[in-house]
């Protein structure tokens, strides 16, 4: 194949074969690889690899695989926190403190979140930019549904709620709220902007999600003369009809962000970025990513196993509610890495950047993963339905309200980001001093008779 000049091609190694790139590979969604702000989010907190001592390695098997480790596991800033995975193993099967294998558990799914989102834009390297944004789409909080899954099948419905909706919470209020903060801290002489239209869509997706958690628990007020059971099912029928119709408005958003309003997100990646990434190029090959990133999945899932597993006994041995544990704590940790780049780029005033972080993060859970959650119960014939009490709904109608208002003019002072993290802080609070009896249908009783209901 022809080129214009050796320095305008862009090579890659895949399986021992140097692949050049072609040229609708290199100019896809804002970078060759689907660089979305997720990817752009976590790269924050990479560093490079000095190959120099792997390249002396005789033998090229065990020099690929040094690579290997050396570009995957010490290519985060947060490589020492590896360290508390096999310890958390130990722990489990040594039968130390469950509260010690939870916290431990927590630690080692902060870098592992953060590899997973690496690995995913390597192999987009490899497969382009519309593969690559479906890829971050259902890789993008692999974290939150595994350790729902794994909480569905040990029956623990309540857990799975509130983590979901501690993940929206964070996203929105305490990421966002952070981000707009700092952002304008660092650049209070400036008028920090940001583009309205990706905010919108999201917003209105979130709206959607709202309505479809806002009905079920109506539902339950309007049935006052019919008995609890069926009550129950029908809340639980709306329920599934609901997110049968989320799935098909978050396929939607897909087809309007990798295809039809591309140019959209391109101009975000093409603005923000600058020239910091021009030479991003795949450092693994397409097997030996795929391989790394079964590998950090299912190390994922036993993790989450050990959280969910001994949650419970954490909350016992720390005093904290469940509820807290899960609406403030896994979240925060499960995402510290992508978070933490959120900031960092508001601090350089690419808020388009942090937008699409906590916004594009929200919309994935709200209408992805807790939509699947409750397709996956169906399945596993677990009685899960969006109908997730007063005092959690109420808490994302808020947090949704609050944000929509927040973003409508398309600029930013560290006023609003303070408003947002001072509403964070009094939720978080409101589930600190709560201690809901975890076999309590729904979390909060709201009355499953009419007399129940007549006394609310």
Known sequence: MASSSPAAETWLLENGHIKPLSKEMRHGHGRSHGRTAHNVSSSSLRKKSDLTLVRKVPCAIVRDVLANVQEVILGTKLFVLFIAIPIAIVAHYKNFGRSWVFGLSLLGLTPLAERVSFLTEQIAFFT?????????????NATELIIAIF???QHKVDVVKYSLLGSILSNLLLVLGTSLFC?????????QKYDRKQADVNSLLLLLGLLCHVLPLMFRYAGVGESAAITAQATLNLSRVSCIVMLLAYFGYLV?????????FDAQAED???DDNEDEEAVLGFWSAFAWLVGMTILIALLSEYVVGTIEAASDSWGISVSFIS???LPIVGNAAEH??????????KLDISLGVALGSATQIAMFVVPLC????????????LDFSLLETSSLALAIIVTAFTLQDGTSHYIKGLVLLLCYIVIGACFFVSNIPQNQPNGVNLGSSSEGIMRV
């Open 374 to 385: 409750v397709i996956v119960s169906w399945i596993i014939g677990v009685r899960m339905d």
């Open 340 to 349: 933490a780049g959120a900031i960092i780029f508001a601090f350089k005033n």
């Open 151 to 153: 909480a569905l099948i």
């Open 256 to 264: 309007f962000q990798l295809w039809t309003h591309r140019q959209l």
């Open 327 to 329: 609406v403030i704590l």
């Open 128 to 140: 382009g930019p519309t593969v690559g944004g479906l890829l971050n789409a259902t890789c993008g």
């Open 272 to 274: 923000n970025e600058g």
């Open 183 to 191: 952002g304008g801290i660092a650049n209070i002489s400036k008028e």
